[in-house]
Structure formats: C-alpha cells, structure tokens
Nanobody
Framework: QVQLVESGGGSVQAGGSLRLSCAVF?????????MGWFRQAPGKEREGVAF????????YNGDSVKGRFTISQDNAKNTVYLQMNSLKAEDSAMYYC????????????????WGQGTQVTVSS
C-alpha cells in the first residue's frame, strides 16, 4: 500500500512562488516508484504537470510550466516536491500527487495511488 500526502498549497499573487510537497508512505521500496504532479481546475480536465521517474529522469507536460516549475525528490525524506515560480492566474487549480511502479500509468494519469490534493490559488 502507498499513501500520498500533499501539502504546501495556498493563495499567492501572480508572480509569486509556492513549493508543493508530496510525502510518500509506502510498505514498498520508495525508490521503485514513479511520481507525478497533476492539476485540475474547475470545469477542466485533470492534466499532468510534471513527472519524476524511478531512474531519476524528469519530464514536464507542455510549455506552460517549463522554465517555471521544477519537480524534484528527496529520497531520504521519501518526498517529492514541485517548486512553482512566476505563478499565473491560470495555474490556479487543485494539485494532486500520483504514484505508481509503472511509469506509463503515471504519465497517462492512471496511477494507482493518489493524494487528496492541495489547492493553489493565484490572484492577478
């Protein structure tokens, strides 16, 4: 069983920064997990934001977050982070952390394990 607990969301003004955290509680080896951050705004479909893989590679989904968002992990703390800089109003959404031992399941949004979400609100 894998449990994910997100934190770090909040309300900021446009141009500000937030760092989201996803703590992983797992009976398995954390290092075998592939992780992803997703977001969903009201009335919109959930979309992938950034992914970090068990081999350490990272990818970002789309040009909208490249150069502004950074995904990273601290293996000693079993925690994945999403550093968000230069936030825009359109970044406002509920952000979810996802995990799976299958890389493809994380990337396609069909991961088996999800957190409860943390709200990010950016005011312009």
């Amino acid at each position: 069983q894998v449990q994910l607990v997100e934190s770090g969301g909040g309300s900021v003004q446009a141009g500000g920064s937030l760092r989201l955290s996803c703590a992983v509680f797992s009976a398995y080896t954390y290092s075998g997990l592939n992780m992803g951050w997703f977001r969903q705004a009201p009335g919109k479909e959930r979309e992938g934001v950034a992914f970090i893989y068990e081999g350490g590679g990272v990818t970002y989904n789309g040009d909208s977050v490249k150069g502004r968002f950074t995904i990273s992990q601290d293996n000693a703390k079993n925690t994945v982070y999403l550093q968000m800089n230069s936030l825009k109003a359109e970044d406002s959404a509920m952000y979810y952390c996802a995990a799976d031992f299958s890389r493809s399941r994380v990337v396609t949004g069909t991961a088996r394990y999800w957190g409860q979400g943390t709200q990010v609100t950016v005011s312009s």
